[in-house]
């Protein structure tokens, strides 16, 4: 596996690197690191030095590349020399004026690039519960993928979400509504056999998996399980934003004011949560 990491060796950019290197560790993967400096009067063999500290001592099979110029430029650049199976890019936060306008650096690589991106957004040294969004669409197998190799290599677990529309208004009694979600995973949708395939996939890897089906916009629940719970990494396919089709990964840390990405505010929803061990059982 090769994994591409892209840092322009900020503040920000060197969280990346961090959790970069501990992933390509764990991944048993080669990374190339490339650090771009926009600054023509910046010290960039000082700059590679810094990127070299903030690597973990485990990861050994690693290459430091040093550039000027654009990030975005210099990434695409390198990815038509090589080719990699994962980005690794850090979150820089942008003013109201700027995020409205062009939207976080971060999310522009997620939507554009045919490849899957894992944005690391504030301080988190390792991985031990992963949130894969589940919609019955082509990235759905691809993002349940990357979710349960990442997982199994940090010795954590997997949460599955699948997120249906709110029930219509004459629906007055929450108990019948939750108890048709619990027979969710008994329809023949595509969705259904979607989350079907996704745990029978994370059991087969040997990894620890729960299932959450939700009511209401995907975006709005993603945001809500994250926050309900203690996630350190969100998957989820691009193509949620109208983007590729692409695996997104998100690197999450404790603050809630950390879970803003493609989210709005989040608003009261039913739920009914379905723990599965291996394919097939359910608890109650």
């Not at 349940?144 to 949460?159: P, Q, S, Y």
């Not at 745990?199 to 993603?222: F, N, S, T, Y």
């Not at 089709?245 to 493609?262: F, I, M, N, P, T």
């Amino acid at each position: 596996m090769k994994i591409l990491l892209c840092t322009d060796c900020s503040f920000d950019g060197l969280k990346a690197v961090r959790l970069g290197g501990v992933v390509a560790g764990q991944l048993d993967a080669h990374v190339t690191i490339l650090c771009v400096v926009e600054d023509r009067r910046s010290d960039l063999e000082k700059k590679v030095g810094r990127v070299n500290e903030a690597l973990p001592e485990s990861l050994t099979d690693f290459t430091v590349v040093g550039r000027r110029g654009e990030l975005i430029d210099e990434m695409l650049a390198q990815l038509l020399q090589t080719d990699y199976d994962l980005v690794i890019v850090g979150y820089h936060s942008r003013g109201f004026l700027e995020k409205a306008i062009w939207g976080s650096l971060a999310a522009r690589i997620a939507h554009e690039l045919p490849l899957s991106v894992l944005i690391v957004r504030g301080r988190r040294d390792w991985i031990n519960h992963v949130l894969v969004g589940i919609s019955g669409r082509g990235f759905t197998d691809q993002c349940v993928d990357w979710g349960g190799r990442i997982a199994l290599a940090f010795g954590g677990h997997v949460t599955l979400l699948h997120a249906s529309v709110a029930p219509p208004l004459m629906y007055s009694g929450l108990e019948e509504v939750v108890e048709t979600l619990t027979e969710f995973l008994e329809t023949d949708t595509p969705e259904a056999q979607a989350l079907k395939r996704a745990v029978a996939k994370l059991d087969d890897l040997g990894v620890d998996v729960d299932v959450e089906l939700a009511r209401g916009m995907a975006e709005r629940e993603i945001l809500r399980e994250a926050q309900r719970k203690d996630v350190d990494l969100i998957v989820i396919g691009s193509s949620w934003g109208g983007g590729t089709g692409a695996s997104c990964l998100r690197a999450q840390y404790h603050r809630a004011d950390s879970l803003k990405y493609k989210a709005p505010c989040a608003g009261r929803a039913a739920r009914k949560s379905v723990k599965m061990k291996r394919c097939g059982s359910r608890g109650n």
